[in-house]
């Protein structure tokens, strides 16, 4: 691997530990305003201290997070769907190298939909998002989306769909926890971060599954909703982080949210 794309990688998965902490805030590109984040600077800005990485659009991006951070960014490139569209995996590359680069980014996210109409498709963009990317020594992290169909989310599908990604040579796969989550990362040869998905019912629910991922041997998280739209989203991210990094229990974790939210 070369210098560049180990340093980008390094920037982002912490040297000492290996682990990720990601904010994920890219979800406009297809959901439009969702809550919390209608106003996207007001939402984010006060997390860039407690992330390891953001995830968002070259949009929101250039107009609401300021140059002045010197945070990691994942930047998602592919689009070209929307929530009311006919069908989610309907995307492609959105977003040229050289503007990736300009943005001076560390990695750059797409989504794959394994069995959906469009996978062909969506494996055939990775392809070539990771060929383009290679060439200037940027990671890709690819996204085992599954659209609306959440009840996808077993141990079955996700190793088919991370073994998928990493086999085309992603060098980074996110994925959802599930049931036998081990058997998923045994069977992907890159590091996983795992998403959050809607809303959970409690923070405790959202700390035990990260727990969870990093005890079966994911690398860190990429979450989004379930930190800022927490009525406490520094209380969460920050409760969030010492299990990432500073191995707390979920137990532990959930005391410190509930001190923090004080
Ligand atoms: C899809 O909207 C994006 O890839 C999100 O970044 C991803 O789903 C993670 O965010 P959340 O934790 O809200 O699911």
């Known amino acids: 691997?070369?210098?560049?794309?180990?340093?980008?990688?390094?920037?982002?998965?912490?040297?000492?530990?290996?682990?990720?902490?990601?904010?994920?805030c890219d979800h406009g590109y297809f959901l439009g305003p969702v809550s919390r984040l209608e106003d996207p600077r007001k939402t984010i800005e006060?997390?860039?201290?407690?992330?390891?990485?953001?995830?968002?659009?070259?949009?929101?991006?250039?107009?609401?997070?300021?140059?002045?951070?010197?945070?990691?960014i994942v930047l998602r490139v592919s689009g070209g769907n929307s929530i009311i569209g006919k069908d989610l995996s309907d995307e492609g590359i959105t977003v040229s190298m050289q503007d990736a680069l300009?943005?001076?980014?560390?990695?750059?996210?797409?989504s794959i939909y394994v069995g959906a109409e469009h996978e062909h498709q969506t494996l055939?963009?990775?392809?070539?998002?990771?060929?383009?990317?290679?060439?200037?020594?940027?990671?890709?992290?690819a996204v085992t989306a599954v659209g609306k169909e959440l009840e996808?989310?077993?141990?079955?599908?996700?190793?088919?769909?991370?073994?998928?990604?990493?086999?085309?040579?992603?060098?980074?796969?996110?994925?959802?926890?599930?049931?036998?989550?081990?058997?998923v990362v045994?069977?992907?040869?890159?590091?996983?971060?795992?998403?959050?998905?809607?809303k959970m019912k409690s923070e405790t629910d959202v700390?035990?599954?990260?727990?969870?991922?990093?005890?079966?041997?994911?690398?860190?998280?990429?979450?989004?909703r379930n930190v800022w739209q927490s009525s406490k989203p520094i209380a969460m991210i920050s409760a969030i982080r010492s299990i990432?990094?500073?191995?707390?229990?979920?137990?532990k974790a959930v005391e410190l949210f509930n001190s923090l939210k004080k």
């Open 1 to 24: 691997m070369d210098w560049g794309m180990k340093n980008r990688l390094n920037r982002i998965f912490k040297p000492e530990d290996g682990h990720t902490v990601m904010l994920a």
């Open 207 to 224: 700390l035990e599954i990260a727990y969870n991922a990093i005890a079966c041997g994911a690398k860190g998280v990429d979450m989004g």
């Open 152 to 183: 996808k989310r077993d141990v079955r599908y996700l190793s088919l769909s991370c073994r998928i990604a990493a086999e085309m040579g992603a060098q980074v796969v996110k994925t959802y926890y599930c049931e036998d989550f081990e058997k």
């Open 124 to 141: 055939v963009n990775l392809g070539k998002l990771i060929n383009e990317a290679g060439d200037y020594g940027v990671p890709v992290l």
């Open 186 to 198: 045994k069977s992907c040869p890159v590091p996983l971060v795992i998403a959050g998905g809607p």
């Open 102 to 110: 300009r943005l001076g980014v560390c990695a750059v996210a797409l």
């Open 244 to 251: 990432v990094h500073e191995k707390a229990s979920a137990q």
């Open 46 to 72: 006060p997390l860039i201290p407690y992330a390891d990485a953001l995830m968002l659009t070259r949009g929101v991006l250039r107009n609401c997070i300021d140059a002045k951070y010197n945070i990691p």
